[in-house]
């Protein structure tokens, strides 16, 4: 807060460090764009720190040119909640995988999301194992064929947004590796709220699972296939051809050059938590997945209760006083 | 009127169901000991359950004080006098009570109901064919205290709730003890409850009154113990413990945080440090025994006097994280407070059996300190000791303590806070041109950088690193060459230890019996008692496990033969045996119980060279 933010440029934030991921990996594109949004956030460079765990995302770290840890598998939430809980004043990211977060870390996700510890999640979400060479993940669909479900994959994928809304996370969002202006912003979005930020991105495995968001990317499908959430604006999609309508609580498909207007329209409200649930419910064929903030709240965080609940003792107990404490309450004295 | 007759030492055991408040009526009793100047020891057995079948041999809850005018350095053996609060109680209790000793038994716990379920036979009462060498006071506690409570307006079973301090009440008058300690720490407790309160406050008195009307009674004193002169308070090993914590942070100038998952018997520590926060005490407890870890590991990276606490299973489930932590080469303790394993095991016994879980046990060459807590004020120095190490050492430390540490008690000569030594944290300055992680100093440590700080900018990782920079390596030559100095950094922590001193007996002989944790006053009785029978035996406890001592081959030489008694299955024997060759001899007992003075010094009469 004290001395003024250095004018910093992306290049500042990139490490020495030959970064190392396959050549095409969707990776390249989130580390760029985190590159080139932290300049702009007014934190110093000193101040941020990436935690990761294990597998391909959890790199990440070592090519972003701030304090940084790759961890141990599944637990990078536990280690950012330590690190913030010590230094709150640090701008602390998690970069984890669906992997990482949602099959051995799952857990530590959770927990960390309904603390609500003032800081970001990015989960790379490419539905694969790729470090470990192509295994099916929680996120990926049933029925996959991979080399450790060579008759189909007999597992429910997770929706890692409901799952967040579940665990009743404050910032819920969905972004897009090939989508660079969008990414950033959510970003941005991301660093600005006050609590847990948990962005989904969905980032191409192009050697194990080459083209599982062609649909949301490629330029012939996507007007069809997703839904860019504007604050206070109507869902519409497909090149404003389509909307979305809440029959109850039921959203329906309405063709708008079919006597509907755009006063008949859901319009988007990021602090409806029942919307929110909605949206994170397409995530079938039926509907658009939806991309951007689709839920956020202000919820008192963790650490900020935590900083309060310090003061407070101090207030009741005192100053400390070692000496005091050693004696406890009944001593003697022996002559 | 009464006889009073001196005594120097007593045993006694309370005992009774795990409802009936006999950990509370032990630990009064203790702390008004304690005040009282006597030295004394204590061990508390209960069962896992919280309130396992009434009325069970299975659901007993035990706690026994040994205390005396002279040195006490164990619970004691047979107790001299047993309390016991019902038929399960007496049962499990009376066969261990010494010839000659005393029991009280509340005649209520012995009807119908309670001897089937103590599992005495139809029409079988111990109290209708008692031991002719053992003088029993029968008191129907039960309903002498409904009777002292009678115009109070609480529920019948409110008012049996108290009838333990009856019970109190009539232990404190046989031994001539103030009721002092206790009324104040009911004011206190009850404070919000006042009908709960009186009802305790009368409890007691009518107790210790029933003993003034009983003709003839016999009672006893314990003169004050001739404790060395300084200021002291009575302990437990986990309140110890969180104590030294607190201390070692406050001399190394950082904040404790301590991340912690609900286990038994660690779970004391957390709940004594979240009670000091105002000392810049940090507590969290966390989702799952991993979470606390790797939560203490970003503590340490950001600057917290990073510390975990776990019991046996706990412990297997941090060792993943406990290889990052020396990867990274960060402070942290980690203490497991060890019980009866493996897997879930014995929660509430104790045991010494995660010896070699903490040398040995982690993936890749990863040795990491170990250092061991011998008695319950002792968790104090080695808490404090751990910190330091750690601290100054930029390296995971565990620190072992066991369930009957953690949970007995003893007269603490507390320190003074400007007496405790300095600690040292190795942090980097943000004056430090060109910063690398890993370019260490003269004692292999390297610099503590932290986030927050400009210029020192850098990235820590599981995966090897290159010496110096840090940086991820696969390089064959460079992982040999980190995985030896890691060895390295950790074994010349061992030039950092005072010379090992002999506890007892000359620098040669016949029998060194070498022990570490929980033993040392078991082995100090027993040890003391051998030298007065004219055998050469010597005494030596490890502070120390990993890195051991490097004086300890030479002193483990002058003997022709070492004994280790032990609470697991010959673990130490075995680390002997791998660092010295040397084929020490085994005394182990697995019985989730500490060891009795006598067991030791039969053991070193078996293997006494008799000339």
Redesign the interface.
């Known amino acids: 807060m004290s001395s003024p933010v250095a004018p910093y440029t992306a290049k500042d934030f990139s490490s020495d460090q030959e970064v190392k991921w396959c050549p095409g990996c969707g990776d390249y594109s989130i580390l760029k764009q985190m590159q080139t949004v932290v300049p702009t956030l007014g934190i110093k460079r000193e101040d941020l720190v990436f935690i990761s765990g294990i597998g391909c995302s959890s790199r990440f770290p070592y090519y972003m040119n701030t304090y940084g840890m790759h961890s141990i598998h599944g637990r990078a939430p536990a280690v950012a909640t330590g690190l913030k809980l010590t230094n709150p004043n640090l701008s602390v990211w998690v970069i984890t995988g669906d992997g990482d977060g949602l099959s051995i870390g799952g857990n530590h996700l959770i927990h960390l999301l309904r603390r609500n510890l003032d800081l970001n999640i990015l989960l790379f979400n490419n539905e694969i194992y790729g470090l470990t060479k192509g295994q099916y993940s929680p996120t990926s669909e049933f029925g996959k064929y991979t080399k450790s479900s060579p008759l189909g994959s007999l597992d429910h994928p997770f929706n890692p947004l409901a799952l967040a809304l579940g665990a009743d996370a404050t910032f819920v969002a969905r972004t897009v590796d090939r989508d660079p202006v969008h990414l950033r912003e959510i970003l941005a979005a991301a660093h600005h709220h006050k609590g847990s930020s948990f962005i989904e991105v969905y980032q191409n495995c192009n050697v194990f699972n080459d083209g599982t968001f062609a649909a949301f990317t490629d330029k012939a499908q996507k007007a069809n296939t997703t839904l860019e959430l504007k604050e206070g604006k109507p869902l519409i999609f497909a090149n404003g051809e389509k909307g979305i309508r809440l029959d109850g609580l039921k959203p329906v498909v309405v063709n708008l050059s079919e006597g509907f207007s755009a006063n008949d329209l859901w319009v988007h409200d990021s602090y409806d938590a029942t919307k929110a649930h909605i949206l994170s419910r397409f995530f079938d064929d039926s509907l658009p997945r939806p991309m951007g903030i689709l839920y956020q709240e202000k919820r008192f965080t963790y650490d900020e209760a935590f900083a309060n609940q310090m003061a407070k003792a101090h207030e009741i107990l005192g100053e400390p006083d070692l000496d005091k404490l050693l004696r406890g309450k009944n001593s003697w004295t022996v002559e | 009127m009464s006889r009073v007759k001196e005594l120097q030492k007593v045993t006694i055991h309370f005992a009774g169901d795990s409802g009936d408040g006999i950990q509370l009526a032990g630990s009064q009793f203790t ?1 008004t000991t ?2 009282a ?1 006597n030295d004394l020891s204590t061990f508390p057995d209960f069962p896992a359950e919280i309130r396992a079948p009434i009325g069970t041999v299975a659901g007993v809850s035990g706690f026994q004080i040994n205390f005396g005018s002279v040195e006490i350095d164990t619970p004691g053996g047979r107790p001299d006098v047993l309390v016991a609060m019902n038929a399960a109680a007496y049962h499990k209790n009376i066969s261990n009570l010494k010839n000659g000793g005393v029991v009280i038994a509340n005649t209520a716990g012995f009807d119908k109901r309670n001897l089937k379920l103590a599992g005495y036979a139809e029409n079988e009462n111990p109290l209708d064919s008692k031991p002719q060498d053992i003088q029993f006071h029968e008191v129907d506690i039960t309903k002498l205290n409904r009777e002292a409570l009678l115009d109070l307006a609480i529920s019948p079973r409110e008012k049996d709730r108290s009838r333990n301090m009856f019970a109190l009440g009539f232990v404190y008058f046989l031994y001539s003890r103030s009721l002092e ?1 206790t009324l104040s720490f009911f004011k206190e407790k009850f404070a919000s409850k006042p009908e709960v309160l009186e009802a305790n406050v009368r409890s007691l008195k009518a107790g210790y009154h029933y003993g003034d009307t009983i003709e003839a009674l016999q009672r006893y004193r314990i003169e ?1 113990a001739q ?9 437990t090993g986990n309140q110890a413990l969180a ?1 030294g914590l ?2 070692a942070a ?1 001399k190394a100038n950082l ?1 404790l ?1 301590y ?1 912690g998952y609900p286990i038994t018997p660690a779970s004391d520590i957390l709940h004594e440090l979240a009670r ?5 005490v ?1 507590t ?1 407890q ?3 025994e ?3 870890i ?11 006097l ?1 510390v975990t606490a776990t019991s046996g299973p706990g412990m297997a489930l941090k060792t ?2 406990l ?2 932590a020396l990867m ?1 080469e960060l402070p942290m303790v980690v203490v497991n407070v060890q019980r009866g394993g493996p897997s879930t095991g014995l929660p509430t016994k104790t045991e010494q059996s995660d010896l070699l879980q903490a040398v040995y046990g982690r993936n890749g060459e990863a040795p990491v300190p170990v250092i061991a807590a011998h008695s319950p004020a002792d968790c104090f120095n080695a808490a404090l000791e751990a910190a330091k190490m750690a601290v100054e050492h930029m390296t995971p430390v565990i620190l072992l303590s066991d369930g009957y540490l953690a949970n007995g008690s003893e007269p603490w ?5 400007k007496d405790l030594p300095t600690i040292t944290a190795a942090l980097a300055g943000a004056d430090v041109e060109n910063y690398q992680p890993y370019q260490r100093n003269e004692n292999l440590v390297r610099p503590w950088a ?14 090897e690193k290159e010496d110096i920079t840090g ?2 390596s696969y390089d064959a030559e460079n992982h040999q060459k980190m995985v030896r100095i890691r060895a390295a950094k950790v074994s010349a922590i061992a030039n950092t230890y005072p010379p090992s001193h002999l506890l007892q007996g000359a620098a040669t002989g016949d029998v060194l019996v070498l022990g570490w944790g929980n033993t040392l006053g078991a082995i100090k009785v027993a040890v003391g008692q051998a030298l007065a029978q004219g055998l050469a035996v010597g005494q030596l406890h490890l502070r120390h496990i990993h890195p051991l001592p490097s004086d300890l081959k030479s002193i483990l030489q002058g003997y022709r033969q070492v004994l280790v008694p032990e609470l697991n299955n010959g673990q130490l024997v075995h680390l002997l045996r791998d660092q010295f060759l040397i084929d020490a001899i085994a005394l182990d007992k697995i019985k989730g119980q500490p060891f009795l003075a006598e067991e030791i010094l039969n053991k070193i009469k078996e293997i006494a060279t008799h000339e």
Do not use: C, M, W
């Not at chain 2, 000569?413 to 806070?417: E, I, N, R, V």
């Not at chain 2, 932290?450 to 995966?463: N, Y």
């Open positions: 702390n304690a005040l100047g300690n004050k404790l060395p002169a300084g200021d002291y308070r009575n302990i104590l607190i201390a406050q904040d945080f991340a000091h926060k105002n000392f810049g940090k969290f966390a989702e799952d991993i979470a606390a790797t939560a203490a590991i970003g503590s340490a990276f950001a600057g917290g990073a993943e994280g290889g990052l990274l000569a507390f320190p003074k806070a932290l986030p927050g700080t400009p210029g020192l900018e850098h990235r820590l990782g599981g995966l940086n991820v």
